[in-house]
């Protein structure tokens, strides 16, 4: 039922004990605290959130143990009284999905870690890794309280010393990108180790493609979480043509699910921000998957990845050279200006200025697009002023490829604009 519908506007009461005593509303996922009295899960969680952590708020007395413990009982009640309401415009609350809990969590982290043996099997450990990946998938809060047990440090010793099991890799790499890794120590010891990198690779050509794209992820979060330049450099991943190959397989394929794309983008980009290994993307086919995929199916986010992705590409002349050959590059560049995103329009105009840096054919061929039209509304936008210092380098850049540049620089629309560098 809406937070908001009151009893008049069903045309009936709800019942005093249905309703939470912090929020008068029907309770969704009744909770009772150490002093006995119910509240509804999100009320009272809200309630200590903001520092009334001390006091239950009906009795006053002290709350000297926050466990909540689902009142069942009740929630069936009030989901029987919602049926027998339904006439009345009343649906029926969800059976809420119970938040994992610390003993649980740690239990479940110890099986999984076992030794396998005579006690503990391989299913069995999965089967612990399953059930925490769903602890996971169901709430931020849950991540948090797993990740907060050691679990990103436990996940990285499975799977990176149980490479025979399949089931165990695929389950721990799973559960491993879903939890934040906030210790740089934890990057650092997959990025610096050869034999786990060339594992990582590996599982980029697995015959699973949600492996596949696990193993995207973690090479995303482990180069962006590797801080050390010199590491970055020295970095092994970056610098095999294989992970690029995995990579762009995600994004190349034409099945690809939204999150392969997404993660393949996103690992790409990390990849491409260390400058050394930027000609291994070029060399694996990068210019022409990613003008195909831009043509196609990104979303906004991903759209400016991608086009960040291209403008760091075409800072070498290899780069230029392989997006310029595409007959798409700079039309798509040009039409993607002021269409998307402030940051799309910066990436494109930083890639556009590259090209037309490198080949006056590449500016021919953005003049005849309509690039000039598109600079000038640029400079006078609300976008960014990085992208506007572009623009007027563009502008100047082309003056001599435009048809009738008199008419342009004496018209009123350009001698108006305060914004726009004199040539």
Known sequence: MP???????????????????????????????CTGQTYDRASIESWVSIGNNTTCPVTRA????????????LRRLIQEWCVANRSNGVERIPTPKQPADPTS?????????????????????????????????DSDKNRVLIAAHNA????IKILFSETTSSELVSESLALLVMLPITEPNQCVSISSDPG????????????SIETRVNAAALIEIVSTGT?????KEMFSISNSESVFEGVLDLLRNPISSRR???????????????????????TAGAPE??????????????????????????RSPEGCAAFGEHALTVPLLVKTILRVSDRATEYAAGALLALCTAEERWREEAAAAGVVVQLLLMVQSECTERAKKKAQKLLKLLRDSWPDYNSFANSDDFGCSSQVVPF
Do not use: W
């Open 196 to 207: 786990r990198v060339e594992f990582l690779t590996r599982l980029l050509f697995d015959s």
């Open 289 to 314: 998957i990613l003008i195909d995929r831009l043509a196609a199916d990104f979303d906004r986010c991903d759209t400016e990845r991608a086009l960040a992705t291209v403008e760091l590409l075409c």
């Open 152 to 155: 990103t440090e436990v996940l």
């Open 62 to 73: 002290p709350l000297s143990d926050f466990t909540l413990i689902p009142n069942h009982t």
């Open 3 to 33: 937070r908001n519908l009151q009893p008049l506007d069903l045309g009936i009461q709800i019942p005093y004990h249905f309703r939470c005593p912090i929020s008068l509303e029907l309770m969704q996922d009744p909770v009772t605290v």
């Open 260 to 282: 392969a794309l997404k993660i393949g983008i996103k690992t790409l980009f990390a990849l491409c921000l260390v400058k050394s290994t930027r000609h291994i993307a070029i």
């Open 227 to 231: 801080k050390s330049a010199d590491l």
């Open 105 to 137: 969590v740690r239990a479940l982290l110890s099986q999984a870690s076992a030794i396998t043996g005579t006690h503990v099997s391989v299913r069995s450990r999965a089967a612990a890794l399953r059930r925490l990946r769903g602890f996971a998938r």
